[in-house]
């Protein structure tokens, strides 16, 4: 019983990370409306990053990340996209903090947490990093100074598979 108990949490556990992205109508931070399992980065792997005005780890890792960005995409091409879940009444906060701390990344809105709630998004930060075929191949949450390493690390992984 131990046994079958292990196996159907292993697969249970891959069948979890190796996902789609699933398809919902977000706004990006201009206004256009955007199909979230479009997302993609011409076959190169993308990251998206859930985070909150208010949540101040969220906002270290993006800035740590902001410092490296440009060195990842001429290393491996990656691309960013930032999800805020703020709610309604405070999704005018998003884009002034975008500009103040100068996010290169491609900002969508989430204010009711569909997509959020779609993947199982309990705590932000929530990072997770899509392959070039739109499979979730790694997530993670929380932030510590220097996991940026940790994500940088995985996409060259996935650069050197291809």
Same mark, same amino acid.
């Given at each position: 019983?131990?046994?079958?108990?292990?196996?159907?949490?292993?697969?249970?556990?891959?069948?979890?990370?190796?996902?789609?992205?699933?398809?919902?109508?977000?706004?990006?931070?201009?206004?256009?409306? @955007?199909?979230?399992?479009?997302?993609?980065?011409?076959?190169?792997?993308?990251?998206?990053?859930?985070?909150?005005?208010?949540?101040?780890?969220?906002?270290?890792?993006?800035?740590?990340?902001?410092? @490296?960005?440009?060195?990842?995409?001429?290393?491996? *091409?990656?691309?960013?996209?930032?999800?805020?879940?703020?709610?309604?009444?405070?999704?005018?906060? @998003?884009?002034?903090?975008?500009?103040?701390?100068?996010?290169?990344?491609?900002?969508?809105?989430?204010?009711?947490?569909?997509?959020?709630?779609?993947?199982?998004?309990?705590?932000?930060?929530?990072?997770?990093?899509?392959?070039?075929?739109?499979?979730?191949?790694?997530?993670?949450?929380?932030?510590?100074? *220097?996991?940026?390493?940790?994500?940088?690390?995985?996409?060259?992984?996935?650069?050197?598979?291809?």
């Amino acid at each position: 019983m131990k046994k079958l108990l292990l196996v159907f949490i292993c697969v249970w556990g891959a069948q979890q990370v190796s996902a789609q992205i699933p398809k919902i109508l977000l706004k990006d931070i201009n206004g256009k409306t @955007v199909q979230t399992d479009t997302l993609s980065n011409g076959g190169k792997p993308f990251i998206i990053d859930f985070f909150a005005t208010w949540c101040k780890p969220c906002n270290r890792e993006l800035d740590a990340i902001s410092e @490296v960005y440009e060195d990842w995409q001429k290393e491996t *091409g990656v691309k960013i996209y930032a999800v805020s879940i703020d709610q309604a009444q405070n999704i005018n906060k @998003v884009k002034p903090l975008v500009d103040n701390h100068g996010w290169e990344y491609e900002v969508l809105l989430d204010p009711n947490g569909d997509l959020k709630r779609a993947l199982g998004v309990q705590m932000i930060p929530y990072v997770l990093i899509v392959d070039g075929k739109g499979e979730i191949v790694y997530k993670h949450n929380g932030y510590t100074d *220097g996991d940026e390493e940790e994500l940088i690390e995985k996409v060259r992984e996935m650069k050197n598979e291809e």
